[in-house]
């Protein structure tokens, strides 16, 4: 069994953000020559999210809204002192909650050499505390 | 119109790349641990906050860490690279050097303000033999100074140096010299409201340090222990936005004042005018 990792860095623009990766892992798939096996797409961040759903610009505004709804930018939370381990104030609760509830990882099936992904699904990189640069991993394991 | 009058320029990739020792530095100075962002990044933050112009603040602390973070010089190459940041000095009142170096960067570099942060540079603020000098010539060049007041997060940092009423001394000799007092002194909040409401040439700025976010920052301070009202007359030409950045956010930093309830033309002034007053900028307010 081979594994290939890569790194992609991208640098958000806004402080929340849907960001459409889909095209870029199935091109580091391709790229990778494996057939059969799992594609992981993973972040490398507590206040960011990979999430997979319908490309519609509608449902990204609603995930962020909803998001925004469940844990609000301007809740009361513990997590808001300041940090020694960083030398920051700790103001982004919200966002490591959100990161939380949409998750940093998916899984798809690789398949005669391509990731097997619905036709309405779209791989999603979400910026919760942005304007940030990010980065993410993509592994393609398999034969 | 809004100017963040309160930022480090510290924690960007292309200058830790050019000036490697600079991250030890930092962590060392101020206790950042984490990761640089491209300069891009800065400014996008900006975009993001609304925020049009950045007053950027080195700290030249070659007394008691033997550098600085940064420098003028790198200050002065960041200015070149975007006309919406503007450059302040940093130069150590302990060093024997200091007064010729500042009047070459001031006049070389188109810095327009000195930064002095007490607290890290270990000395008194209203120390005739250190600090003096350094005051006259900054009257003499007609450059406003920028001094850390309060608190200091740094661990290094000792507080006790930094308390704002050290300052009360330097604006009654110093009649013509504007005085800001960083993070508008907290906790010593009271000390430093005194000096802004007496005194003509001192101003405060929001880049207050509670144990909170922004906006529970600012309820409690400027909202509950000083009080709108008391902003809205007495010190409204004289509180300047600023966030600490990175140490905080500037886009939460922005929305919290924007959210306190403020008077729109108040805020206008808080946000930018009484910035563009103080140095000589864009619009004045009246």
Known sequence: ?143 | MIVDFHTHPIMIKELIEEDPPLLQSIEKVFGFCFAAQPLSIFIKEMDEAGVDEAVLLPLDCSSSFQRTVVSNQQVARLCEKSDRFIGFASIDPRQPDALSQLEHDIRNYGLVGLKLNPALQGFYPNDKEIAYPVYHLCAELSIPIMVHCGLSWAPAGKSRFANPLFLEDVAQDFPQLRIIIGHFGWPWVNEALILGLKYPNVYLDTAILYCGTPAQSFQKVLVEQVGLLVIERGLHNKVLFGSDYPRVDMRRSVRAIKNLGLSEDIGAKIFGLNACNLLGIGKEAK
Request: proline share 3%.
């Open chain 1, 1 to 143: 069994m081979k594994s290939l990792v890569k790194r992609i860095e991208i640098e958000t623009q806004h402080g929340t953000e849907t960001i459409n990766i889909t095209e870029t892992i199935q091109h580091i798939v391709a790229e990778s020559g494996l057939q059969n096996g799992l594609v992981l797409v993973s972040s490398l961040h507590t206040t960011t999210a990979i999430t997979v759903n319908e490309g519609l610009p509608d449902i990204e505004s609603d995930i962020l809204a909803m998001m925004e709804k469940v844990a609000p930018s301007e809740g009361i939370y513990r997590h808001a002192r300041f940090l020694p381990s960083d030398g920051q104030m700790a103001v982004n609760a919200s966002s490591h909650l959100q990161s939380a509830m949409l998750g940093f990882q998916c899984l798809f099936p690789l398949e005669n050499g391509r990731m097997v992904i619905g036709g309405r699904q779209t791989i999603f990189f979400v910026e919760l505390d942005g304007p940030q640069l990010r980065t993410y991993i993509v592994q393609v394991l398999g034969e």
